[in-house]
């Protein structure tokens, strides 16, 4: 014989009763929105990389502006050396933070599908 339930045990089966229904349910209308989560995570991932982009300009172009203004005021030659060495750094940086989208969108026709078929 089974003792009863009480009522907290109730509500616990109660609760997990309804997340298993909710989860059903989204598991079911996926196909509905017709959307896969390789898709939505490329396009958050383009939405992010557009974003970085953007900051990273204003904060290069910042930067460098900053270490310009120190290479010609400074009578300090360390300074100076200093300032230029990293105007180097924040240039490559760009370029490179700038150059990945483009390798990005130069290498995904290249493996689509998973089906890399060499040059």
């Given at each position: ?13 109660a ?5 298993g ?15 896969t ?10 939405d ?72």
């Amino acid at each position: 014989m089974t003792k009863p339930k009480k009522k907290g045990q109730r509500l616990v089966t109660a609760y997990w009763s309804l997340v298993g229904a909710g989860t059903a349910v989204m598991v079911s209308l996926q196909p509905v929105f017709a959307d896969t989560i390789w898709n939505r995570f490329s396009t958050i991932m383009k939405d992010v990389y557009g974003q970085l982009v953007t900051i990273s300009t204003i904060v290069a172009v910042t930067a460098a502006a900053i270490a310009l203004l120190v290479r010609m005021i400074s009578r300090n030659q360390r300074s100076v050396d200093e300032a230029t060495s990293w105007l180097k750094r924040i240039v490559v940086t760009w370029i490179v933070l700038n150059s990945l989208g483009f390798v990005v969108a130069y290498l995904q026709p290249l493996i689509a599908g998973g089906k890399y078929t060499g040059p």
